[in-house]
């Protein structure tokens, strides 16, 4: 009947909707004062939802990692750091994917702190910047993902005065 990957989709908006429908149920103004809340909420996200979901794709049919990877170079370079930091910014999918990576790159001269801007960097998140622009705006955004930049580039810094190997 049911397989098990439609009942582990379904779950959560069914519970949901069961507990809206005990809500209203039991307190009817209480839940249509969190009915009202939720549409806000949803309407406030739906165009940056739309729009990462658009940047994502693009960025995953037209963009590869070993793409990126080439310009990198080895060492330490000012052409290095630039591109290792728009890589680690745009770099998608689990942290741990990238480490058996780094670990080759690192065999083929790729310096730890290379490797640690890269890491440091992926925190930033073009596609999420619409959604958090939507609730701390533009000044905020801008001023922390700076922040993030300059951390990175310091802990690569501290990486290649103290982890030289």
Same mark, same amino acid.
């Given at each position: ?47 940056? $939802?739309?729009?990462? +979901?658009?940047?994502?794709? #693009?960025?995953?049919? =037209?963009?590869? !990692?070993?793409? *990126? ?44 702190? $290379?490797?640690?801007? +890269?890491?440091?960097?992926? #925190?930033?998140?073009? =596609?999420?910047? !619409?959604?958090? *622009? ?32």
């Amino acid at each position: 009947m049911f397989n098990k990957r439609l009942i582990k989709k379904l779950f959560l908006p069914v519970t949901i909707l069961v507990i809206y429908g005990i809500t209203f149920a039991v307190v009817p103004d209480k839940a249509l004062t969190a009915f009202k809340s939720s549409m806000k909420i949803f309407q406030n996200l739906i165009f940056p $939802l739309c729009f990462i +979901f658009i940047l994502m794709l #693009a960025l995953n049919l =037209f963009i590869k !990692p070993k793409h *990126i990877i080439k310009y990198i170079g080895r060492g330490m370079s000012v052409r290095g750091v630039i591109f290792t930091t728009i890589a680690g910014i745009i770099s998608m999918g689990p942290i741990y994917a990238w480490y058996a990576l780094l670990k080759e790159l690192k065999e083929k001269g790729f310096e730890n702190s $290379l490797a640690a801007v +890269f890491l440091g960097t992926r #925190a930033i998140k073009p =596609f999420l910047l !619409p959604v958090m *622009i939507s609730y701390f705006g533009w000044i905020y955004t801008l001023t922390l993902s700076i922040y993030m930049i300059l951390g990175a580039l310091a802990v690569g810094f501290c990486i290649a005065v103290t982890a030289k190997e």
